[in-house]
């Protein structure tokens, strides 16, 4: 308490205000959907009580091995898989696009500009970047007709649009700047002497990119990927919208739900999904510390 | 060294321009569509060349009323950026110094930003219905007319909806604000207080005026990322949708060049948005310079 009095007591005051936002639109919504979840619930209404049924609910079924896996294991493994593959091209894209910006742009100016020319899609709106791919990709699309026309196929490809591979293609597409952001920061904090050390002393291009860039990038890397795979993880406008309404996703099923009006359905699986993701989180920052990164 | 002009120099540029080509592509294919004459379908070839979607769009034929999706749209937008400005500027004065509480809500700003949008959606609409139940309750209870004949639902765009969106646009404002401070230099603060200036004046004079071109950044974040957002405000908006989640519906049911008309409009908000912050931006720097 001492400690405290000696602070400017007035500046820290500043913090109420969004302090409050926080406290009444994060902390207490969360903590009611975890308590929401193991309420029970009619057609109508939520009832206060203390039952586990909503959470073994989704696991039904789901520890009998000797049959199919359950609806819930199949939704988590094909989200994982959306995870990991976005995870891999955003970064391999994300990655290199920074490259280029921290290491092969010199003025200042050029590096700005092009920069924000990266940046600026994440200011528009994400469903028109979705539904801007129909014109190409569709069966009528530039692409289909691209293939017939050159007789690379002999008939329109049904799976470039609302398939798996237009989803993650969705994903990059508007997700690549959160590893570009991260990982350029990274890139432009390293000390240039390094790399002309690294370079008079004889090594090539690819074993400073090896040896010096890529680790002490590590702390952008990271960053990215939280990013990343916390936002596909609990999507379900880009997963609905890129595959047709017909593929699941955990953030699905708590949409659906949401809209039957389970709401303790709907916060149990809430909660699931947000102990996965924390998990992740905390298995990465265990590598950085994101505080000294900005 | 890395900068000379070789092989692996024009691999990089290349590659760098297919990237730019791959986010500004297809949003130029729709916005090249949207201008289709009337006969025109959502793929090529073009049909014609005329503004017949847009004045199909501007007379809600076939369409919900769009119009009044995107005034509400601008509305919540402006009102998420004042006080996204407000409330992380002040916030980031504040985190200058450590105060009781500043490591969980430093916690909380980041978590706020990985937290899947759905789950602080759900949680979010949770509170306000409980929030209705006890309003409820506290009519029956207490017998309040106004309540019991008037009361319908706490649940709405500028309650819930406005608090959803401020959770995902202030962890950037508090963000940039961390930025600017991280680089910013004491001495011309200390000279002022120095020189026998108050808090406030220091503030207004010399501080406010250092950091005014990134305040415009929070602004252009605010902002546009609001007028955009939609995963969660997907629970929270009450009645009255805003334009991205009226945009959602669409991509099922419409299958006219209508949708790309309305898309180019949006896109074309968020340009001028964008383009008004850049040019304020750049205004602000050389003024000081």
């Known amino acids: 308490m001492m400690k405290f009095l000696k602070l400017k007591p007035t500046v820290g005051l500043l913090s109420i205000p969004y302090s409050l936002i926080f406290i009444f639109f994060f902390f207490i919504p969360l903590t009611l959907t975890f308590i929401i979840s193991f309420w029970d619930y009619n057609e109508y209404s939520i009832i206060p009580d203390f039952i586990f049924e909503n959470y073994s609910y989704i696991f039904k079924d789901c520890f009998n091995f000797e049959k199919d896996m359950c609806v819930t294991f199949k939704t988590y493994l094909s989200t994982f898989i959306f995870c990991f593959v976005t995870w891999f091209f955003t970064l391999i894209i994300g990655f290199f696009v920074a490259y280029f910006l921290a290491f092969y742009v010199n003025s200042i100016t050029w590096q700005i500009v092009l920069f924000l020319l990266c940046t600026i899609p994440f200011w528009t709106s994400n469903v028109i970047r979705m539904i801007s791919w129909i014109p190409l990709l569709g069966r009528n699309g530039l692409v289909n007709d691209f293939l017939l026309s050159t007789g690379l196929a002999d008939a329109p490809q049904e799976w470039l649009l609302y398939s798996g591979f237009s989803i993650v293609l969705a994903f990059v597409h508007l997700y690549t700047l959160f590893m570009i952001v991260p990982i350029f920061n990274s890139m432009m904090r390293i000390d240039k002497s390094i790399i002309e050390a690294a370079y008079d002393n004889g090594a090539n291009g690819f074993q400073i990119l090896w040896n010096i860039i890529i680790p002490l990038c590590k702390p952008g890397i990271v960053i990215g990927s939280i990013f990343v795979i916390t936002v596909v993880m609990g999507d379900f406008i880009t997963i609905g919208i890129m595959g047709g309404q017909q593929i699941p996703s955990i953030g699905k099923i708590i949409y659906v739900e949401m809209s039957y009006l389970q709401l303790p359905a709907a916060a149990a699986n809430a909660v699931i999904l947000l102990a996965l993701t924390l998990l992740i989180i905390w298995i990465m920052t265990k590598m950085i510390d994101i505080r000294k990164e900005l | ?289």
């Not at chain 2, 070839?45 to 119009?67: A, H, K």
């Not at chain 2, 009781?100 to 609409?125: E, K, M, N």
């Open chain 2, 1 to 289: 060294m890395l900068n000379k002009k070789n092989k692996t120099y024009y691999v990089c540029v290349f590659f760098f321009c297919l990237f730019v080509l791959f986010l500004y592509g297809p949003t130029f294919t729709i916005i090249l569509l949207s201008f289709q004459g009337p006969d025109g379908g959502l793929t090529f070839p073009l049909n014609g060349v005329s503004t017949y979607w847009f004045e199909e769009l501007w007379r809600g034929g076939s369409v919900v009323d769009i119009g009044s999706a995107f005034k509400r749209s601008i509305i919540l937008g402006v009102i998420v950026m004042v006080l996204t400005v407000l409330l992380s500027v002040s916030a980031g004065l504040a985190f200058r110094k450590k105060f009781w509480g500043s490591d969980t809500l430093f916690f909380a700003t980041v978590a706020s930003l990985i937290v899947p949008s759905i789950v602080l959606s759900l949680g979010v609409a949770l509170q306000f219905r409980l929030l209705d139940d006890f309003t409820k309750w506290l009519g029956s209870t207490f017998d309040i007319n106004y309540i019991n004949e008037f009361f319908q639902t706490t649940l709405g765009m500028f309650t819930s909806g406005l608090g959803a969106q401020l959770t995902w646009t202030l962890p950037f404002g508090l963000l940039i604000m961390f930025a600017v401070f991280n680089r910013f230099d004491k001495s011309y603060e200390e000279a002022a207080r120095d020189l026998g200036a108050t808090p406030w004046k220091t503030f207004k004079e010399v501080v406010f005026p250092l950091i005014a071109p990134s305040i415009i950044g929070i602004a252009l974040f605010g902002f546009t990322l609001s007028y955009d957002e939609l995963a969660r405000s997907s629970q929270v908006m009450g009645a009255g949708n805003t334009l991205p989640l009226e945009l959602k519906g669409l991509t099922t049911t419409v299958t006219t060049p209508v949708i790309y008309a309305l898309g180019t409009v949006t896109t074309f908000v968020s340009f001028s948005v964008i383009g008004i912050s850049i040019a304020c931006y750049i205004w602000l720097k050389r003024k000081k310079g």
